[in-house]
């Protein structure tokens, strides 16, 4: 079974052009400049490939990096932790917990990122258990509700 082996590069590209056509998802978390290609699977973030050079000098603990084009070693954990993710996600969950900074190591070190991580990961290991290999998750989950919001707003 194929699957076991991981998620084929179709699954990959199909996942990250859905994740890719939520607004939020369409610049970098981290400083804004549009079109990321780079991932912080950790938080599940969408982030550019300068501030994916940061998040590496932070170190695999606090953040996993990976390219969202070029990486093929997806398992389907990461990609779990990027389906239930998301850019907007993320700054909710930061901002309620008053981390508000732009600094990179603050931020990452923040107790808010300590908690963020945990609750991502726990919750990407239930959708695992759930869901298994299926490519897309409930569009409830995927935060198809959020793009179609943001577009009436737009």
Known sequence: NK???GPSKTD???IFKRLRSASANKVCYDCGS????WA???YGI???IDCSGIHRSLGVHLTF???TNLDTNWSWQQLRQMQLGGNAKARTFFSSHNCLTTDTQQKYNSRAAQLYREKLHQAAAQAMRIHGDKLHLDAGNEGAEDIKNEKDEE
Do not use: G, L, V
């Open 3 to 5: 699957m076991s082996d």
């Open 65 to 67: 990096i990976r390219s």
């Open 12 to 14: 990959i590209t199909q």
């Open 46 to 48: 969408f982030i550019c």
């Open 34 to 37: 549009k079109n990321p290609t």
């Open 40 to 42: 912080s699977i950790t």
